[in-house]
């Protein structure tokens, strides 16, 4: 038996749009640090590259054309990098922050687990985004296989927030 999956939008409450707002500065403050790191190593090859073609004995080994060509390619692919991987995850947590909004997805129980290895309790269900969560031991024994849960999601960057 299939069923049409339930959701709708409600408003961030405050606790969760800070979470979002420093998970978003975090994020932003390590994108900085891995594209100043990619600039430099963006330099630092084509370097290391004209030594070792100097060492083995290439006549023009430090050409400044062929240094700054590589250079440029290396930054071209840094870039192109960072922007694809801001514009995939990144920018969806901005957008959730502007809009506040979080999606409520309401799901079935449709297993559930104990992992005795490291003691802890898991629902099985049929969510769109998530195939299991983990819950207090007062919880897997309330919910029985079946039962409806909501669960929270950030809307753009579907980040899971919670259930209830």
């Not at 590589?70 to 192109?80: H, K």
């Amino acid at each position: 038996m299939t069923k049409a999956l339930t959701s709708y939008i409600e408003p961030l409450e405050t606790d969760e749009l800070e979470f979002l707002q420093n998970m978003e500065s975090k994020d932003r403050k390590m994108y900085y640090k891995v594209y100043n790191i990619f600039m430099i190593m963006s330099f630092v090859i084509p370097f290391v590259g004209s030594w070792y073609r100097a060492f083995d004995g290439a006549p023009n080994a430090f050409s400044i054309t062929h240094f700054f060509f590589s250079t440029v390619i290396l930054l071209a692919l840094s870039t192109a990098a960072i922007y694809i991987s801001y514009r995939y995850f990144l920018r969806n947590v901005q957008a959730d922050i502007k809009h506040k909004t979080k999606t409520i997805e309401i799901c079935r129980i449709i297993r559930k687990q104990f992992m005795p290895q490291n003691n802890t309790y898991h629902i099985y269900i049929d969510a769109r985004d998530k195939l299991s969560i983990e819950v207090s031991q007062a919880h897997f024994y309330d919910m029985n296989i079946g039962d409806e849960i909501s669960l929270e999601f950030t809307t753009h960057s579907r980040l899971y927030l919670g259930y209830f």
